[in-house]
DNA sequence: TTCCAGGAGAGAG
DNA sequence: CTCTCTCATGGA
């Protein structure tokens, strides 16, 4: 892949295995928009425009200091090599089913304490509402920013949140969350959380550290581990994953402990990348259970 | 009206 | 350790 840079805009060529649309519309993110054949959205303080034309990516962004072409890379996972990680994990005929579908889809790597705050909301909640949380908090705490006509807002600073308070937040709608939300903002902005060490440590360190955090349980962790910190071991089990492996794999009642022992022995070390492929796939196919599909598991590759 | 959503904490046993 | 109940909200 070789890069250009002109002001502001950048274009990334000769992609391979990389499919834009699938990696922003796959639930690991909240805060991206689709306008025509564009993706808004916010990063490092800066909206960014990103469409797909085939092998290329042209970004545009809102500002005379774009984000460097090898941090995009990271956010959008582009130096992992995915064709090998999906041969990896491509062990039976159900998830190949899922990996065609959605061939090119990637674990994004995504900011670090907007990550914490958005799995923190997302606990016992919907796409839609989680969503809308993060809007409201952030036309309320960030600072806006104007690109092409498309109006959007950095995401709050932890210091912020700390100053607002919990009735601010529970303003905008969070819920019983907000002082989950309240207290992981007091602990990064005065230090007792410290962002950068997290980013260090391997994935049970990161895991054990942001769990002693309140309203962070297994699942919050693992997403946090699997969509911001590049630990792809991580296998956060939701209502879908453990409907998933329930009724395709396991084919009986089990708790998420037996599921991750289970599904990280079956996939192996990239199992992160299997169940983001399994959790897109089901939500997006209606009939991902039916017999048809029941059937294909059992044809081990 | 009840159930569900990318769950977690508190309490009981 | 496991099981159960509750938490605030909006859409189905």
Not at 43 to 54: A, C, H, P
Not at 97 to 118: D, H, K, V, Y
Not at 133 to 152: K, M, P, T
Request: aromatic fraction near 12%.
């Amino acid at each position: 892949m070789d890069n250009t840079t002109n002001q502001r805009q950048m274009h990334i060529k000769h992609l391979t295995d990389f499919n834009l649309k699938y990696t922003l519309e796959s639930g690991q993110s909240f805060r991206w928009n689709r306008v025509d054949d564009a993706y808004f959205g916010v990063v490092e303080s800066q909206i960014l425009k990103i469409r797909q034309k085939g092998d290329t990516l042209i970004i545009n962004s809102s500002t005379d200091k774009p984000i460097s072409t090898s941090h995009l890379h990271h956010y959008l996972d582009l130096q992992r090599e995915l064709a090998s990680i999906l041969a990896a994990v491509n062990v039976d005929a159900y998830i190949d089913r899922a990996i065609n579908r959605f061939w090119g889809m990637r674990l994004l790597n995504q900011e670090l304490w907007e990550t914490i705050a958005s799995f923190i909301l997302s606990q016992n909640n919907n796409m839609k509402r989680i969503r809308r949380i993060i809007q409201s908090l952030s036309e309320r705490f960030g600072q806006q920013l104007a690109f092409e006509g498309y109006v959007d807002y950095t995401f709050p600073m932890p210091q912020t949140l700390a100053d607002a308070g919990i009735d601010a937040i529970y303003a905008c709608g969070t819920g019983y969350r907000a002082s989950y939300l309240w207290n992981a903002a007091c602990k990064v902005s005065n230090g007792e959380l410290k962002l950068d060490a997290l980013k260090r440590m391997d994935y049970a360190e990161a895991k054990h550290e942001l769990m002693k955090l309140e309203g962070i349980g297994e699942k919050v962790a693992d997403c946090i581990c699997l969509f911001s910190l590049g630990h792809q071991t991580a296998l956060p089990v939701d209502v879908w994953i453990k409907r998933i492996f329930e009724k395709i794999y396991l084919r009986k009642r089990a708790k998420p402990r037996e599921i991750q022992e289970f599904a990280k022995s079956y996939f192996g070390e990239f199992v992160g990348y299997a169940q983001q492929y399994l959790f897109h796939y089901a939500q997006s196919q209606p009939n991902w259970a039916d017999a048809e599909h029941l059937a294909l598991c059992c044809n081990k590759k």
